[in-house]
């Protein structure tokens, strides 16, 4: 009968461990926003570096310039990632950079203003020497038209991707320490592991450091995880700003930004009631409190400017610059009725 008990009670007790073990866990943070440094990035779209509509070819407004300006300054945008590409089969961009993009430089000096060249990895063939010659010269062309960086953005690249640190490589050998190289990265795999399949998805701990032994700036993708629970992603965004911050302090020329969606258009990969500015800057702000060390922190960069609207804006300035009240906010500062945490 004893052993019966027994029996019953180490059942229940492992039936009832995940249940238990996920009430416990929290990956919320412990403080308030208090580690923004004014060095956040911003994706914006390929109007700014041409100066005209892509639908209508009309120009871009004056108000419209104004209304971006006052967008980066308040909210503590320091680097610009504007549409340049994308990057055709030959290696080469069709258009070149407008008067719009230089006035952008020149009333916001404080800014790094990067074009941003990408496409899909079937289109870019990095270890073609053809493409590869052409997209240096593309690059070439961006530099002499008083461009100092770029802005990387090919995708899906899987783990150990063919070509790709050695493109990395090629460009800095041909443009030298002082150019600056960005690019958006995939999130990284679970404690840095990437076997097997796993590897198309996520990045390994030496495919990540190797690209920042090269490169001046990682920005990760934090997005289309797929994930339905809010508590998932805070706590996937918490990890990654950890694997990565402690990764980069290897590398003290290497800086890294923790890219936040505010896109609604993929429900494929991206639930907006999961994935939103809020719930992302929570795990970024938990991974910061735990963090080895935030020397090779920056910031957070947005995704993207042309589909955040006000309330994006508000919860940006609330939840991370600390700057104003967030309304209709739950426990944690999520947004009341947002995904599900059960």
Same mark, same amino acid.
């Given at each position: 009968?004893?052993?019966?008990?027994?029996?019953?009670?180490?059942?229940?007790?492992?039936?009832?461990?995940?249940?238990?073990?996920?009430?416990?866990?929290?990956?919320?943070?412990?403080?308030?926003?208090?580690?923004?440094?004014?060095?956040?990035?911003?994706?914006?779209?390929?109007?700014?570096?041409?100066?005209?509509?892509?639908?209508?070819?009309?120009?871009?407004?004056?108000?419209?310039?104004?209304?971006?300006?006052?967008?980066?300054?308040?909210?503590?945008?320091?680097?610009?990632?504007?549409?340049?590409?994308?990057?055709?089969?030959?290696?080469?961009?069709?258009?070149?950079?407008?008067?719009?993009? %230089? !006035?952008?430089?020149? &009333?916001?000096?404080?800014? +790094? #203003? *990067?074009?941003?060249?990408?496409?899909?990895?079937?289109? =870019?063939?990095?270890?073609?020497?053809?493409?590869?010659?052409?997209?240096?010269?593309?690059?070439?062309?961006?530099?002499?038209?008083?461009?100092?960086?770029?802005?990387?953005?090919?995708?899906?690249?899987?783990?150990?991707?063919?070509?790709?640190?050695?493109?990395?490589?090629?460009?800095?050998?041909?443009?030298?320490?002082?150019?600056?190289?960005?690019?958006?990265?995939?999130?990284?795999?679970?404690?840095?592991?990437?076997?097997?399949?796993?590897?198309?998805?996520?990045?390994?701990?030496?495919? %990540? !450091?190797?690209?920042? &032994?090269?490169?001046?700036? +990682? #920005? *990760?993708?934090?997005?289309?995880?797929?994930?339905?629970? =809010?508590?998932?992603?805070?706590?996937?965004?918490?990890?990654?700003?950890?694997?990565?911050?402690?990764?980069?302090?290897?590398?003290?020329?290497?800086?890294?930004?923790?890219?936040?969606?505010?896109?609604?258009?993929?429900?494929?990969?991206?639930?907006?009631?999961?994935?939103?500015?809020?719930?992302?800057?929570?795990?970024?702000?938990?991974?910061?409190?735990?963090?080895?060390?935030?020397?090779?922190?920056?910031?957070?960069?947005?995704?993207?400017?042309?589909?955040?609207?006000?309330?994006?804006?508000?919860?940006?300035?609330?939840?991370?610059?600390?700057?104003?009240?967030?309304?209709?906010?739950?426990?944690?500062?999520?947004?009341?009725?947002?995904?599900?945490?059960?």
């Amino acid at each position: 009968m004893i052993r019966k008990i027994w029996r019953i009670l180490a059942v229940t007790a492992l039936m009832t461990m995940p249940a238990v073990t996920w009430m416990v866990w929290q990956p919320y943070p412990r403080s308030g926003p208090s580690f923004d440094q004014g060095r956040n990035g911003l994706w914006i779209g390929h109007r700014w570096y041409t100066g005209f509509e892509v639908g209508t070819g009309r120009p871009v407004a004056d108000s419209e310039f104004t209304e971006l300006l006052m967008r980066v300054r308040r909210n503590h945008i320091r680097y610009l990632y504007v549409h340049a590409g994308p990057v055709r089969s030959d290696g080469s961009i069709r258009d070149r950079p407008g008067p719009l993009l %230089y !006035r952008l430089r020149a &009333a916001a000096p404080e800014l +790094t #203003v *990067l074009p941003w060249l990408g496409s899909r990895v079937t289109v =870019s063939t990095f270890q073609e020497p053809t493409w590869r010659r052409r997209f240096i010269e593309t690059v070439a062309a961006l530099r002499q038209r008083g461009l100092d960086g770029v802005h990387l953005d090919f995708e899906p690249l899987r783990d150990h991707h063919p070509g790709y640190v050695e493109l990395l490589r090629e460009i800095r050998r041909q443009f030298g320490e002082r150019f600056f190289i960005s690019h958006a990265t995939r999130r990284a795999g679970p404690f840095g592991l990437a076997w097997g399949s796993l590897g198309k998805w996520c990045w390994s701990r030496s495919f %990540y !450091r190797a690209t920042m &032994a090269v490169a001046d700036q +990682t #920005v *990760l993708m934090g997005y289309d995880t797929k994930l339905s629970i =809010s508590k998932l992603y805070v706590g996937f965004m918490k990890h990654e700003t950890q694997l990565l911050l402690a990764w980069g302090l290897d590398f003290p020329h290497h800086r890294v930004l923790i890219g936040v969606p505010t896109y609604e258009d993929a429900p494929q990969t991206s639930d907006p009631r999961i994935e939103n500015v809020s719930n992302a800057v929570l795990g970024v702000r938990a991974g910061l409190e735990q963090a080895a060390g935030l020397e090779s922190f920056e910031g957070l960069a947005i995704y993207s400017y042309w589909v955040t609207d006000d309330e994006e804006w508000r919860d940006f300035r609330a939840d991370w610059l600390g700057l104003e009240a967030a309304g209709g906010r739950g426990e944690h500062g999520i947004p009341v009725g947002f995904g599900d945490d059960s």
